[in-house]
């Protein structure tokens, strides 16, 4: 398709089928075809062609964006002198726009202009060339407003990758050609302001420009542009887009207005202008206009955030008005928790500040607005009265309430847990006889957030609390009884200091768990109790075991399940050995005997407790978490019990071979049977080694590799076992380079990239001179090498770790004698590879990978300035001349001085959170990037 242009003819016919073709196939190659154009060269001249001709809806959205998307993603192509002629024919075809266009067209049309304007650097004074084009026609009015709302909003669009130089650049323009869009926008409100939808153009487009701070304050406050958004919340004629619209106009002003200093005046005009919202809140209220109540809500959070500052700073004068608060209380006070909701953002952030100061003085000025907080909140968390059952966790209320929950323990602190707890407290005894329940709840839900920062040893409050809720009858609602168990979990802390209330404590719990819809929240609450509790619960261990053999005839989720046996695993470590042992035969005993019964038979029944992961997820957990005691020459109490397991999941491994779900389950529990036995596992190394290598052949799954790092962070050190280890590395190569090789292979299999860079990790931190000895040190290195680029999170993190220690084991002398020959094989690794390697950390930087990931490549490039600082500062000059400097494809990136200061403030950084700072800077010359 590059070699030669379609014909229209064929372009119309592919759309003709791509829409209008009943056969879904023949649909299916169309797109794949018209795909193909849009990605050539040809694809600049057809949507030209298409958009004159200008034949259906079709071919012109086609074209229009056929355009959008090359001036996007592809206007390197172009060479310079063409730019001026695709500019006028945009506008030729913009100019044919009416008010009958079909929107979709009129939208890409005007994104096609506005990334044009942000990437043709030649074309000076975009906005008034567009004004003076298309602000005379009301028919084309409309048009130019699009323009000029996305014209800032893709200044900061990560697709269009514009530099941080020329983010800068086209922010100025704009902000010097400001004064011409309040002009048309005042034009519209004086002329067009009937006619509610292009209200709604003028509050976007307003709110597109103070997003990027390009209004300046002394241009706009005088005018009747920054009235109007009110002046349209408080009439009751206003559509709800419209309101909607004007509402986000406000809120991007006050964002803007966050830094006080350069936008005091206009932050006082927007506040004075919020007040007079406070009587069109309440008739939305009034009105039941919950559309409106959460708009109105959004403006005073809005106002609250950007004034937070001088709220703590100054608390109560100024723009630190506590009539701000009150307004976020009066929203908090609202019937439907969704407008509460919205304030939880500014309650966050201003714990976070009280937190910070670490003021007791300053905390009790707020004190009295948490408290009316929390009150108002718990009134939120009750359920409905017709309520049957327990909450449904999958549900809106309940979401609600775990970010209830979450804030509490955020502010909680400003009026003291204790305080909290108390106070709801004293609202369950003080309620009259008759009192609704769900009132009762939800102070058992308030208090059950606030239970762990209860001081253990506290010995007022919490033992009448405690008894209370021993004493809850079975009678009780549902959901009473539900957080009750789950409030007694959250006390386990507490319950450790007061052993005497352990006894009925698990009474109640037990009879939680007889009760099909308590059972899992009680498991749970028994898990805490168990797990904290180890020392006194060793007595009730017998107990626990019967509950675990009759875990399933429990109404339990199989998280509940496995989290219920992790607390009785638990305290096997504090019984005598041999009751160790017993006591994880028995427990082990229960998973083994119906996982041996599955392997006998066909096929695995995902659907049931004939899944095989049901017990392997359990075998596991036992195993996470049995940690006894052993002393120097003692059989370790768990080695026979897992010489009895093994054949067994020897056997699933087997089984289910091809099944990367169950798979990563077996070698789930069986790194846990490794770290519990430790270097006592050594019987099974030689036959897990053998299996994994043979499986890893027929299929890659990666658990195989997180697993071989396992056994070499455990046998890594002993000398016997290292030359096995190492061949078993050398096995896995084979294969995952061949995966890894594949196109997108390194994409397409993050995995895969993670497990094996886990692996080698293992080898630099364990065996560091056999490693780099071996055939497998420098083929590793060159995919680690490609692999720089790869911008998944996990995969890339231990890509870098990788490096950083490989390089570190040559600049840290430790204790070990080997330090000059780990250093020599490091040297002769890099001698070959490091300018590769800088290269492609440089090349991740600019091109690939989001900022806060520049860290772990900062760690890396200390370590190689570390061995070798002259020689890397030839390697990041050379990576440095191959970037596109300024004015290259006719986007300003970086300029001569700016890589030259780059190179400067790396080469010459005196620890690693300098070369950090200075690789974030020159990213952001080169993309947008918030992170």
Not at 193 to 210: I, T
Not at 389 to 395: A, E, L, N, R, V
Not at 604 to 610: E, F, L
């Amino acid at each position: 398709m590059e070699s030669q242009t379609p014909s229209l003819e064929t372009v119309y016919q592919a759309l003709q089928a791509l829409y209008n073709n009943p056969d879904f196939v023949g649909k299916e190659k169309a797109s794949v075809w018209l795909g193909e154009l849009q990605r050539s060269v040809n694809a600049w001249q057809i949507a030209d062609q298409l958009l004159r001709l200008n034949q259906s809806i079709e071919s012109c959205y086609f074209a229009a964006q056929t355009m959008r998307t090359k001036i996007q993603y592809a206007f390197h192509e172009l060479p310079p002198a063409v730019h001026q002629s695709l500019r006028d024919s945009l506008i030729e075809h913009a100019g044919k726009i009416t008010t009958s266009t079909a929107p979709v067209i009129v939208t890409q049309l005007s994104l096609a202009l506005a990334d044009l304007a942000l990437q043709m650097t030649s074309w000076k004074g975009a906005v008034q060339d567009l004004v003076q084009r298309f602000g005379t026609s009301r028919d084309q009015l409309s048009f130019l407003m699009e323009v000029l709302t996305v014209l800032p909003e893709e200044i900061n669009s990560r697709s269009l990758r514009l530099g941080a130089n020329r983010r800068s650049e086209a922010t100025e323009e704009l902000r010097s050609s400001s004064h011409i869009v309040i002009q048309v926008l005042l034009g519209c409100v004086e002329n067009c302001w009937s006619d509610q939808r292009f209200q709604v153009k003028v509050f976007r487009c307003l709110a597109s420009w103070f997003n990027i701070d390009a209004i300046p304050e002394e241009k706009i406050i005088n005018t009747k542009l920054i009235m109007a958004p009110f002046q349209s919340l408080v009439c009751k004629e206003v559509t709800s887009t419209t309101h909607e619209s004007a509402s986000d106009s406000i809120c991007a002003a006050l964002y803007c207005v966050e830094d006080l200093r350069t936008h005091k005046l206009l932050a006082e005009t927007l506040y004075q202008a919020a007040l007079t919202l406070v009587d069109a809140y309440h008739l939305s209220v009034a009105e039941e206009d919950i559309d409106k109540s959460l708009n109105y809500c959004r403006i005073f959070t809005e106002m609250a955030e950007s004034f937070l500052d001088v709220i703590v700073s100054t608390p109560n004068q100024g723009l630190g008005d506590f009539k701000i608060l009150e307004l976020l209380l009066m929203c908090i006070g609202h019937h439907q928790y969704e407008v509460a909701e919205i304030t939880f953002n500014f309650w966050y952030k201003l714990s976070e500040e009280l937190y910070q100061k670490n003021d007791q003085d300053l905390n009790e000025i707020f004190k009295p607005y948490i408290q009316r907080l929390i009150i108002a909140l718990c009134v939120h968390c009750q359920i409905d009265m017709d309520h049957e059952g327990i909450p449904d966790d999958s549900d809106d209320f309940s979401d609600f309430r775990t970010r209830v929950s979450e804030l509490i323990k955020d502010v909680v602190f400003i009026v003291g847990s204790s305080t909290c707890f108390n106070h709801m407290f004293q609202n369950l005894k003080n309620q009259p006889s008759n009192a609704s329940w769900e009132s009762s709840e939800a102070s058992l839900f308030i208090m059950t957030a606030v239970a762990k920062n209860i001081v253990p040893e506290e010995s007022e409050i919490v033992p009448h609390v405690v008894q209370a809720v021993l004493s809850i009858p079975s009678s009780a609602h549902l959901a009473v009884r539900h957080t009750s168990l789950q409030l007694i979990g959250e006390l386990c802390e507490w319950i450790e200091k007061h052993p005497d209330t352990l006894d009925p404590v698990l009474q109640f719990l037990l009879a939680g768990l007889q009760n099909t819809h308590l059972a899992t929240a009680a498991a749970m609450s028994l898990q805490n109790i168990a797990t904290t509790c180890r020392d006194q619960m060793v007595s009730h261990f017998q107990g626990l075991v019967q509950i675990a053999q009759a875990v399933d005839s429990f109404n339990l989720s199989n998280d509940a399940a496995i989290g219920l046996l992790k607390g009785i695993a638990t305290i096997l470590g504090k019984l005598p050995p041999a009751e160790t042992s017993k006591g994880l035969q028995t427990l082990c005993s229960f998973q083994i005997t119906p996982l041996s019964k599955l392997l006998t038979e066909t096929q695995a029944d995902t659907t049931s407790k004939r899944d095989p992961t049901v017990w392997l997820d359990r075998l596991a957990a036992i195993f996470r978490h049995t940690s006894p005691t052993v002393t120097n020459g003692q059989m370790h109490p768990c080695q026979a019990v897992i010489q009895e397991v093994w054949p067994v999941l020897s056997e699933a491994c087997n089984k289910y071979q091809a099944d990367v779900r169950i798979i990563e389950r077996c070698c789930r529990c069986v790194r846990f049977v490794i770290r519990c036995l430790g270097k006592s596992s050594a019987s099974l190394l030689t036959p897990l080694v053998t299996q994994m290598v043979t499986l890893y052949q027929v299929h890659q799954h990666p658990c195989f590799l997180y697993l071989g790092s396992i056994l070499v962070d455990e046998y890594g050190t002993d000398a016997g076992c290292v030359t096995g280890l190492l061949e078993m590395l050398q096995a896995f190569c084979g294969p995952t380079f061949k995966l890894l090789e594949e196109h997108n292979g390194l994409r397409n299999h993050p995995d895969t990239v993670d497990d094996l860079f886990r692996l080698c990790l293992r080898f630099v931190q364990r065996s560091p001179v056999p490693f780099l000895q071996s055939v497998v040190a420098k083929p590793i290195i060159c995919c680690a090498i490609a692999a720089c680029s790869l911008d998944h999170k996990d995969a890339n993190a231990s890509v870098m770790k990788f490096l950083n220690d490989f390089l570190k084991c040559a600049n840290t002398k430790e204790d070990k004698g080997d330090f000059d020959l780990r250093r020599s094989l490091v040297s002769g690794l890099m001698s070959d590879h490091g300018h590769a390697l800088v290269h492609a950390l440089v090349h991740s930087i600019v091109y690939c990978l989001p900022t806060y990931m520049c860290a772990d490549i900062a760690d890396v490039i200390w370590e190689i300035m570390q061995l070798d600082r002259p020689t890397f500062c030839h390697w990041l000059e050379a990576a440095l001349k191959a970037l596109p400097t300024e004015n290259s494809g006719a986007v300003v990136t970086a300029t001569h001085k700016q890589l030259t200061d780059f190179h400067k403030a790396v080469t010459s950084a005196e620890n690693v959170t300098q070369v950090s700072a200075a690789l974030r800077e020159f990213a952001r010359l080169y993309r947008y990037d918030t992170a």
